[in-house]
Nanobody, 127 residues
Framework: QVQLVESGGGSVQTGGSLGLSCAAS????????MAWFRQAPGKEREGVAS???????TAYVDSVKGRFTISRDTKNTLYLQMNSLKPEDTAMYYC?????????????????????WGQGTQVTVSS
C-alpha cells in the first residue's frame, strides 16, 4: 500500500524559511516522479515543484522559482526547502507521486498526473 507522509509545516513570518519532508513507502520509490502541490482556501490545487526519477530534472511554478528547492534522496524521502516566504505561500502543502512516464516537464506540475497523495501539512506565512 502506497503511503506518503508529510512533515515540517508550521508558521513563519514573511521572509522566513521552512523545510518540508515527505516519507514514501509501499512502492518502488526510484521509479516514480514526485511533486509538491499546495491548496489555499477557496483556490484550486496548484503544482509548486516536481522532480523526476533520481532527481535528474526539476520543474517549478514561476511564483516560487529562485525561492523554493525540491530534492529527493535515494531512499524514500522527498524534500521542499522554502526560503523568502511570502504571505501568498500560505496553504496546505501536499506530497504526490506517480509512476514515471517520459517525457518529464512542466506537465508534471498538474494534479491529474498523480495518483498517490499525502494528507498534507499546513504552511502559514504572516506579514
Amino acid at each position: 500500500q502506497v503511503q506518503l507522509v508529510e512533515s515540517g509545516g508550521g508558521s513563519v513570518q514573511t521572509g522566513g524559511s521552512l523545510g518540508l519532508s515527505c516519507a514514501a513507502s509501499g512502492y518502488t520509490y526510484n521509479s516514480f516522479n514526485m511533486a509538491w502541490f499546495r491548496q489555499a482556501p477557496g483556490k484550486e490545487r496548484e503544482g509548486v515543484a516536481s522532480i523526476s526519477v533520481r532527481g535528474i530534472s526539476t520543474a517549478y511554478v514561476d511564483s516560487v522559482k529562485g525561492r523554493f528547492t525540491i530534492s529527493r534522496d535515494t531512499k524514500n524521502t522527498l524534500y521542499l526547502q522554502m526560503n523568502s516566504l511570502k504571505p501568498e505561500d500560505t496553504a496546505m502543502y501536499y506530497c504526490a507521486a506517480a509512476r514515471a512516464i517520459p517525457p518529464f516537464g512542466g506537465a508534471w506540475l498538474t494534479p491529474i498526473k498523480y495518483n498517490y497523495w499525502g494528507q498534507g501539512t499546513q504552511v502559514t506565512v504572516s506579514s
